[in-house]
């Protein structure tokens, strides 16, 4: 839909445009989209059953919302995506500081010019993206940054001090008729949070001495780590009392959905095979349910997807290096990632001296799993017994694909190699050499083959 060309109030009153709040456009817009079978929430993984429904009825309702959870579940993002339930367009008075709509203007400016103007006042049209707004709490935010205080300069115009158009308005009220979106709010000192309390229930703002009665038409969201709810900082009671909704946000609860936020979210520089995301998405479960791991503080999703892109760049390395035509991640790559990525997660007082030996001890763990789901069924026999006569397989950080299959032991005539790869669906030599080390790690696993492994290679025998 292209910008309206709609340029004056009368203009906009003969279109038959009709007025609705923030909260009757959001529930209209959201029950629109059910009806029409649409999905509102795009590129959110595992909340179908659960935080979706509660944020939906929160949304019908016209409450405030505050979601709560551990790092990385998606809280942010699922905050961003209700700025698709506003309106694409919507009229402003043009030049208008707070964006007040034409048929209600609220500041004393305004209203004067539209007593001043009538059916010509000019009015503007402002994007959805542009009506919702984000801010990260930090302890050094002011009352002035969120409500607004006096601007000075308007002062040494010569206007008085307690003319109400000397005050420079902050955050709140400059998203009016928008979403605010507030991160991390218990970090927000006590103080701020108790300048918010009026915003939130009577829609109106104090800055010094001045009441000013400004029906604010806002929406507030925010977000907040459940740690930092209780203990480094807190929501005050009051503000927490005026938010009408407060939902629990959660890590995917199915292999299928962590996955699926991997492969979204991950900017891969490299092909990384489906069975490598699955092996990190195994992995990362296994930490958070790790009694070894602090799961107070949770293990972020961006755990996981640094380490698709780690793995990813350890390929293209390789393949820079050594001249691949095409870098393809493989199970060694797995390693490099284990090795930058330890320190993202918090461990147990007193489990920090193991923690090399948990990550490797899961990564492991993950890995037989994998191996497991995918090659079940097939003997591995014939190879083991090529291994078991003398011959080793060498592969490593720097070994190219067709130097590893170039070192494989011969099996004659059979197909088991092509039954490992079409498992994988592994066409391409970089696809092939993966599949094959991933069945050759998985023997090691099961303890039918030795592995011998140091500065970055490895050895099977």
Not at 126 to 147: F, G, M, N, Q
Not at 235 to 250: M, N, Q, S, V, Y
Request: net charge negative; charged share 30%; proline share 4%.
């Amino acid at each position: 839909m292209t910008r309206p060309t709609t340029a004056t109030v009368g203009e906009l009153r003969a279109s038959g445009h009709v007025q609705k709040t923030l909260r009757a456009e959001i529930r209209d817009n959201l029950l629109s989209a059910l009806r029409e079978g649409r999905d509102p929430w795009p590129g959110l993984h595992g909340f179908e059953s659960t935080v979706i429904p509660q944020l939906e009825r929160a949304l019908i309702a016209g409450h405030d919302v505050v979601l709560l959870g551990e790092r990385g579940q998606g809280k942010t993002r699922l905050l961003r995506t209700l700025s698709g339930l506003l309106d694409e367009w919507s009229p402003v008075i043009d030049g208008s500081e707070l964006g007040e709509h034409p048929y209600e203007p609220i500041t004393s400016e305004s209203r004067r010019r539209a007593a001043e103007l009538g059916d010509i006042l000019p009015i503007s049209w402002r994007h959805r993206d542009e009506r919702y707004v984000e801010k990260l709490a930090t302890p050094d935010t002011s009352v002035a940054d969120l409500i607004g205080d006096v601007d000075p300069m308007k002062v040494a115009e010569g206007r008085s001090l307690g003319d109400p158009e000397t005050i420079h308005f902050g955050l709140i009220p400059r998203s009016h008729r928008g979403i605010v979106a507030i991160n991390e709010l218990p970090d927000l000192a006590e103080r701020i949070q108790v300048a918010m309390l009026n915003v939130m229930e009577e829609r109106d703002i104090q800055i010094r001495g001045y009441v000013l009665r400004l029906p604010l038409d806002v929406l507030v969201v925010a977000s907040a780590n459940p740690e930092d709810y209780t203990n480094r900082g807190r929501i005050i009671t009051p503000l927490k009392d005026r938010f009408g909704a407060e939902i629990r946000t959660h890590y995917p609860t199915e292999l299928e959905d962590e996955i699926a936020v991997i492969r979204q979210e991950a900017e891969l520089v490299a092909e990384v095979p489906d069975y490598l995301v699955e092996i990190l998405a195994r992995f990362t479960r296994a930490l958070r349910e790790s009694t070894a791991v602090d799961q107070r503080s949770g293990v972020s999703a961006r755990f996981s997807i640094a380490g698709a892109e780690t793995i990813a760049a350890a390929a293209i390395h390789r393949a820079t290096r050594q001249g691949e035509e095409q870098a393809v991640a493989r199970p060694i790559d797995l390693e490099t990632a284990v090795d930058v990525l330890g320190g993202k997660i918090e461990f147990e007082s007193g489990e920090e001296d193991r923690a090399d030996e948990i990550l490797d001890h899961l990564l492991r763990t993950s890995t037989a799993e994998t191996v497991r789901a995918h090659f079940r069924g097939i003997d591995f026999g014939i190879l083991v017994e090529a291994l078991e006569n003398g011959s080793m397989v060498t592969t490593g950080e720097q070994v190219t694909a067709r130097d590893f299959l170039a070192g494989l032991p011969s099996l004659g005539e059979s197909e088991l190699y092509d039954e490992i790869c079409d498992r994988l669906g592994a066409t391409t030599d970089g696809e092939r050499a993966g599949a094959i080390e991933l069945a050759l790690e998985g023997l090691y696993l099961a303890r039918r083959l030795s592995k011998e492994s140091g500065g970055g290679q490895a050895i099977y025998g």
